[in-house]
């Protein structure tokens, strides 16, 4: 099961724009939905592990909502300080309006 796909939500869960965290392998993954995309990255900031659904996203990044750090939801870069690591990012699967997450890129 952790090398494959698991089934984390519905689509219908998360909104437009909608971010939400969920859960894979027992790691927290951030949901976040810009356009027709839905991406996966890590749901703790490496800073102070601050949750990233309290943050918001803005220009195809998602902003801590302690520190001012926030990264790319593309890449998983980290884009301004005080983080200096970049966050993981998970390949995203849609079937049956359910949303699949993939094991992280190395
Ligand atoms: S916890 Fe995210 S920048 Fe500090």
Redesign the pocket.
């Known amino acids: 099961m952790e090398q494959g796909f698991v089934d984390v939500c519905s689509e219908t869960e998360l909104g437009e724009g909608g971010v939400l965290m969920v859960e894979r392998g027992g790691e927290p993954v951030l949901l976040a939905r810009v356009g027709d995309r839905i991406h996966a990255v890590a749901g703790l900031?490496p800073?102070?592990?601050?949750p990233m659904d309290k943050g918001y996203i803005k220009d195809g990044c998602v902003h801590?909502p302690?520190?001012?750090?926030y990264f790319d939801l593309e890449t998983g870069a980290v884009q301004a300080d005080?983080?200096e690591e970049d966050i993981a990012v998970y390949p995203v699967r849609r079937e049956h309006g359910r949303i699949l997450v993939g094991p992280p890129a190395a």
């Open positions: 900031c800073h102070e592990d601050a801590c302690l520190h001012g750090s005080p983080a």
